[in-house]
């Protein structure tokens, strides 16, 4: 009886001791975890931050797009008609005034 008592108890310290290494390796891989969602959360806000940024850049540029559409002047039409190269010419700095506003 006392064998059969001794070999129970090996058995029950032997799986004690199984158990305790499986609790440390979980233990270890939580930690790893818990440190991976620390950096994703990190990144996360970083990123959140960077949206919020740009967005509060669209909102400034499309601010200054409205105030430069809203101070075009509308010039009266000649009835004279132009040439090619004249009509050439004035898109080209029409096509240089929008870029220019565009960049402000």
């Known amino acids: 009886m006392t064998e059969h008592l001794n070999t129970l108890l090996s058995e029950i310290r032997s799986r004690s001791l199984q158990?305790?290494?499986?609790?440390?390796?979980?233990?270890?891989?939580?930690?790893?975890?818990?440190?991976?969602?620390?950096?994703?959360?990190?990144?996360?806000?970083?990123e959140?931050?960077?949206?919020?940024?740009?967005?509060?850049?669209?909102?400034?540029?499309?601010?200054s797009l409205a105030e430069a559409q809203n101070k075009v002047v509308e010039v009266p039409v000649a009835a004279?008609?132009?040439?090619?190269?004249e009509i050439d010419a004035l898109v080209k700095e029409i096509?240089?005034?929008?870029?220019m506003l565009k960049q402000a």
Do not use: G
Request: net charge negative.
């Open 80 to 85: 004279q008609s132009r040439n090619p190269q």
């Open 48 to 63: 959140k931050a960077a949206v919020s940024e740009l967005k509060v850049q669209i909102e400034t540029l499309n601010m």
């Open 19 to 46: 158990l305790a290494t499986d609790l440390k390796n979980e233990r270890a891989k939580q930690l790893a975890l818990q440190q991976e969602l620390e950096q994703t959360q990190a990144l996360y806000l970083a």
């Open 95 to 99: 096509e240089f005034c929008i870029e």
